[in-house]
């Protein structure tokens, strides 16, 4: 859907060092691999939680570490994070829909413990997407030139953190040629930003 | 006849639980003889209908015949042993007579756990004594522990009985400034509590109005990998000093088993501070109202929340969402869910009773230490000193 409009024209330079199937924008059908969509809504009720923990089947409970419950199910695989005020975070799935889908079936388990349970405001707060270059990358390189949306500290962590300009998306570029984008509430900003990485990093390869 | 084995733990319990109430029944204007025979006659009746005890010499005259009824009255769950008919093992006299306390982890699958190793218990297992092990007496009992938890229970679910109470609520005095110290052991007590599935849930928790300490437990694992028990720890011990007088009987039976176990205390994992960790998942079952009231939080919507949340929703439907907010009728789908609640049947139940020692997790990957336990598997009762197992989820 939204992916083909995003890619323009797809045409493969000759000219470029790199190899054919890595042009400097990314082909048609070229897109990241979503990995992870978190999600939040609101059941619109207070709840006990220690009678949710009590009663839900795979329910964990620590209060001391987290005031919340988390359930898990596996179809979608996800978990859930459930607050005393009734709002929810869903995370793990690995579509927007199937966020959506995971986020009622968990809501579905609070209603069938009695809870006058409702499905408001239901939002995707995040989408993590990943794909692999398969080319290492110079992130020393990527991180002087590109200083200004650039954070690469290797003893800290080994990935370069890229922060688009125009955007909040966040993506990690490791010197293996993978990249995580992150911190996107749309599936096009996933493919926008990683149609903007994709040149960057095709530059900045550290092989031949 | 590895069936004897078990049937024999079992009856040792019964004979000891009874020959150490008998000075509190007699004495001191308690129940009497009279009611201690009956007692016991009725709780060896219901472990045979249960069909775990075999072999039992008429001890109560004129007691009700006992019936090796089939398998099951709808009334006994998970917590009575349905057949301990069958064991693996022949029981040789090690295994029914350990001099040594307590060894002999078993490394047990959890799931689809073999017949084989699992028997542990006669050997030289804690159980309530777990310190007390040390002499090694205790063998017969040992075993024994979870049966007469295990056995109240029925009742409970049945009737409520006096007895059932009084198990629970188990040690008395002197244990006080024990556990007051060192917390929360989770001795005992609560591993039976329970049903498997949410069958029982209302019963239990209705049974237990005395500020909720006893909660049952509800393991709520109803997958595939059911058997392994998110068993919580018991605080037991905890509640010692809030018997009545009036249920001293059992609780001395419990007492004993207290004051031996507390010399080396039993902790399910890190103690836990007094306050938030009676919350968390291992230890919520022991919880007690006194510290939680927030939790008790009654369910209904506050009303000002819900008018605020209205106005959105019902702008964003204007924009053409799809059944956004409100419609949550799922009634329609969810098998997974409710294919869960199916499985429970009363003679292929699966499960596992337990007291844990740790439970991790890595990714989909759990893997639990278990420690005195009761198995029931493919109608055959198994009791454990220690299991391991791992299982994803």
């Given at each position: 859907m939204a992916a083909d409009t995003v890619f323009g024209s797809s045409h493969?330079?000759?000219?470029?060092?790199?190899?054919?199937?890595?042009?400097l924008s990314p082909g048609a059908g070229v897109v990241p691999a979503i990995e992870n969509v978190v999600s939040t809504v609101n059941l619109g009720c207070t709840l006990d939680l220690k009678a949710i923990a009590l009663h839900a089947p795979n329910a964990e409970y620590n209060p001391k570490r987290l005031a919340a419950v988390m359930i898990r199910i596996k179809e979608p695989k996800t978990t859930a994070l459930i607050f005393s005020s009734g709002k929810m975070v869903c995370t793990g799935a690995k579509s927007e829909q199937q966020s959506r889908l995971a986020a009622r079936k968990h809501a579905r388990i609070i209603q069938k413990l009695g809870f006058d349970v409702k499905f408001n405001g239901f939002k995707i707060q995040n989408i993590v997407a990943a794909y692999d270059f398969t080319f290492p990358i110079n992130l020393i390189r990527l991180a002087n030139s590109h200083f200004k949306f650039s954070v690469y500290e290797p003893e800290l962590f080994p990935g370069l953190i890229y922060r688009m300009k125009q955007s909040k998306i966040m993506v990690q570029v490791f010197s293996s040629g993978k990249i995580a984008i992150a911190g996107a509430q749309k599936r096009d900003e996933i493919l926008k930003a990683f149609e903007n990485i994709y040149p960057i990093l095709m530059s900045f390869r550290a092989d031949k | 006849m590895a069936s004897s084995t078990t049937s024999t733990v079992y009856i040792h319990v019964i004979e000891d639980v009874i020959s150490k109430v008998r000075d509190e029944f007699i004495n001191n204007g308690g129940p009497g003889e009279t009611v201690l025979n009956e007692l016991q006659g009725i709780w060896e009746m219901k472990m045979m209908q249960a069909g775990v005890?075999?072999?039992?010499?008429?001890?109560?005259?004129?007691?009700?015949?006992?019936t090796l009824g089939g398998p099951i009255t709808p009334v006994h769950d998970l917590n009575v042993p349905y057949e301990g008919n069958e064991e693996y093992e022949t029981p040789t006299a090690d295994m029914l007579f350990p001099p040594t306390p307590l060894q002999t982890p078993v490394p047990t699958p959890l799931a689809g756990a073999a017949d084989g190793s699992m028997y542990n218990i006669p050997t030289g297992s804690s159980d309530y004594p777990t310190p007390v092990n040390d002499s090694g007496g205790n063998t017969d009992v040992k075993g024994g522990r979870p049966s007469p938890y295990m056995q109240s229970p029925s009742p409970w679910s049945n009737q409520r009985t006096p007895l059932s109470v009084d198990v629970n609520v188990a040690y008395v005095e002197g244990r006080d400034e024990v556990d007051r110290g060192t917390s929360h052991q989770p001795l005992t007590q609560d591993f039976f509590m329970m049903s498997s599935g949410k069958r029982k849930r209302e019963d239990f928790a209705k049974q237990y109005p005395n500020g909720g300490y006893n909660i049952p437990q509800q393991d709520g694992a109803g997958d595939s990998t059911s058997e392994v028990a998110k068993a919580e720890g018991s605080n037991g011990s905890y509640f010692l000093g809030r018997c009545d007088s009036a249920t001293t009987a059992k609780s001395k039976i419990l007492a004993h088993l207290a004051r031996s176990s507390s010399k080396i205390p039993q902790l399910d994992g890190p103690i836990p501070d007094p306050y938030d960790d009676m919350l968390s998942t291992p230890n919520i079952y022991n919880y007690q109202g006194v510290v939680n009231e927030d939790y008790n939080v009654v369910n209904t919507p506050a009303p000002n929340d819900l008018q605020a949340a209205t106005p959105a929703p019902v702008a964003q439907n204007d924009i053409g969402h799809d059944d956004d907010d409100e419609p949550l009728n799922e009634d329609d789908d969810d098998d997974d869910l409710d294919d869960v609640d199916q499985g429970e049947e009363l003679n292929t139940q699966h499960l596992v009773l337990a007291q844990f020692d740790k439970v991790t997790r890595t990714k989909s990957r759990w893997k639990c230490t278990l420690k005195d336990g009761i198995m029931h598997i493919s109608n055959k009762d198994i009791l454990f000193n220690k299991a391991m197992g791992d299982f994803n989820f």
């Open positions: 493969v330079l000759d000219s470029s060092s790199s190899t054919s199937s890595h042009p | 005890i075999s072999g039992l010499t008429e001890r109560s005259s004129g007691q009700k015949q006992p």
